[in-house]
């Protein structure tokens, strides 16, 4: 069996998803080991009762009598262990459900529809918005980063000058600092924190996914660590919409209260999403189940195996 470095797993989906093709789940195994341990005793007793008796005078007589009682006696001392081992299915589940859907041909690598079973891999692309928000976040360091000081000196000056020429040129000086564009992505991210509460982002491929941080198996800080590594990302899930020309961007060409309600999420979600380039035309919006690293010799005896 290949070992997987599971980075996230949804466990109440694949859970869900194994009782439904086999109906129902079980959830853990338990193997009883029992042990017994004996211990006899034994012993042989013997008693002996002697009545003796003699007469005189006429006739002389002598007379013994004994009497022996034995009595076999056996105590046995036993004692029971019982060892419960429990196995809990866990991370093992996500083998049995990919084994699930390769057998029942359900796995597409590409061409998407929505509610397919995706399978892909490529380069893994991950985004913790509350991470980058604190992270450009410098009141406690900005005294020792370069630059950063004159860029505060400029942005204070634009707010108290009142010349427009002078104005123009420190919009013009800030617009084209680079730690003008670290700030909006501190915006942006503080935003984005609020648009996915308790979540994180990833791009695999021409997919991105939205991760309840409930399901991440590994640290933030270290995933961080982990993109900078060469190797190609699994990911697993089920197809919920294609980012195409038809998906709303456009919040000025809604006038409509109702199309306004239905679409204006759907809407400043893909503009965010656009401004960090993180989606394209015909990317997929995947609702992830699982994404992992695995042996790299062996991705291709996989894929083969899994699309033949």
């Known amino acids: ?24 789940l079980v959830t853990k195994l338990v193997n009883e080991n029992s042990e017994s341990d004996s211990n006899a005793e034994g012993g042989f007793e013997q008693s002996t009762t002697t009545v003796s008796g003699g007469f005189t005078a006429l006739v002389k007589a ?29 991370d093992y589940s996500l083998d049995l459900l990919l084994h699930e859907l390769e057998d029942n041909k359900l796995l597409k690598s590409s061409n998407f529809r929505d509610g397919d079973f995706v399978f892909t891999v490529g380069k893994f692309d991950f985004f913790d918005f509350e991470q980058l928000k604190n992270v450009f976040t410098f009141d406690e ?21 009142k010349n427009n020429t002078r104005k123009e040129q420190l ?11 670290l700030e909006s992505i501190r915006s942006m991210s503080a935003y984005f924190e609020r648009l996915f509460p308790s979540s994180n982002l990833a791009k695999v491929s021409n997919t991105i996914s939205v991760l309840p941080k409930e399901f991440m198996k590994v640290p933030t800080a270290q995933l961080g ?13 089920i197809c919920s919409s294609t980012f195409d020309e038809q998906t709303p961007s456009d919040l000025s060409m ?32 995947i609702r992830p189940i699982a994404i992992y690293y695995e042996d790299q010799k062996n991705d291709y005896i996989c894929f083969q195996k899994t699309f033949a």
């Not at 002598?62 to 299915?89: C, K, M, P, Q, W």
């Not at 759907?266 to 919006?285: H, Q, R």
């Open 254 to 285: 809604m006038t409509n209260s109702m199309e306004l309600l239905k679409k204006a999420p759907t809407a400043i979600l893909t503009i965010m999403l656009d401004s960090f380039d993180l989606v394209s035309s015909g990317d997929y919006l």
């Open 225 to 237: 660590l982990m993109q900078l590594s060469g190797r190609q990302i699994k990911i697993l899930g």
């Open 62 to 90: 002598d007379g013994n009598h004994s009497t022996t009682e034995n009595e076999n006696y056996n105590i046995v001392f036993s004692r029971s262990n019982r060892n419960l081992i429990e196995t809990a299915l866990d």
């Open 171 to 181: 919009k013009d000086e800030i617009s084209h600092n680079g730690w003008n564009n």
């Open 1 to 24: 069996m290949r070992m997987k470095e599971i980075i996230y797993l949804d466990t109440n989906l694949v859970n869900s998803l194994l009782a439904q093709q086999n109906a129902g």
């Open 141 to 161: 360091i900005e005294d020792i980063l370069p630059g950063y000081d004159e860029f505060k000196k400029l942005q204070s000056e634009y707010k108290r000058v």
